[in-house]
């Protein structure tokens, strides 16, 4: 674990340099997979940092709102570097819906660009996984297994590595059945499926977890929704029918 990084008198989140090593390198995946399937990637580019500025910015604002007597009475806190003290599901949704907005104003096709970001979306996991390991957060439940590590005093489930393991992995299958999709849209739904299969197997071993009533866990729950909906979609849209309507509509 190693939460902070000290360079001289600075002190650095790894956390959060991680985290935007996982945005660059997210994107430079996307990239490479964008010019397999004949896209413009600075558009992936130009989406990614607009994207980028619009959720870190709502983030904080949203984070601010929330704590209103603290940012009214220290008003410098709006710009602190401190990564924890934003609302990041507000800054996700908000950065998605701008990076959609901007390839739509680009004209890019949407199902071809979720190919190509897919494969983005399974190297920026990767590292978040990463991320969470070095800070310490999201830990596993104790383990006797060789590989364990030793958190707050109990060895653990590197759960974080399983995450980074699966989302190499992941992104390497991704990557080499790119020139075997079948449609527009296969490989992201096949991607989607992948990564919400290995986050359903993962969540397992975590110790940090919202349990709904019944006792299921939450983001399992979310997991096996989004895999069921994912492979749905792939039956539906795999038929030759769904085929000839797509291409009678370009």
Do not use: C
Not at 25 to 38: I, P, S
């Amino acid at each position: 674990m190693l939460p902070v990084l000290n360079v001289g008198s600075v002190a650095l989140q790894t956390r959060g340099l991680v985290l935007l090593a996982a945005f660059w390198f997210g994107l430079y995946a996307t990239d490479r997979a964008a010019r397999r399937l004949n896209l413009d990637p600075d558009d992936f580019w130009n989406a990614g940092f607009m994207a980028l500025l619009a959720g870190i910015f709502s983030a904080r604002t949203a984070y601010a709102i929330r704590f209103w007597d603290v940012y009214a009475h220290s008003p410098r806190l709006l710009v602190s570097p401190n990564i924890r003290d934003m609302d990041w599901r507000v800054g996700a949704l908000v950065g998605a819906l701008v990076f959609v907005v901007w390839l739509i104003r680009m004209r890019v096709p949407l199902r071809r660009a979720a190919d190509a970001l897919v494969v983005g979306g399974a190297v920026a996991w990767a590292l978040a996984g990463l991320s969470a390991f070095l800070s310490g957060d999201a830990f596993g439940t104790p383990t006797r297994l060789p590989w364990g590590v030793v958190l707050w005093g109990v060895k653990r489930h590197p759960v974080q590595l399983y995450e980074s393991v699966a989302g190499v992995a992941i992104a390497a299958i991704l990557w080499a059945w790119l020139p075997r999709r079948r449609f527009d849209g296969w490989l992201a739904l096949v991607g989607v499926a992948l990564l919400a299969g290995a986050r359903m197997l993962i969540e397992t071993f975590r110790a940090t977890q919202t349990v709904l009533p019944g006792g299921f866990r939450a983001v399992q729950f979310a997991a096996w929704l989004i895999l069921l909906a994912a492979l749905a979609l792939l039956a539906m849209l795999d038929r030759p029918e769904s085929h000839q309507s797509s291409n009678s509509g370009k």
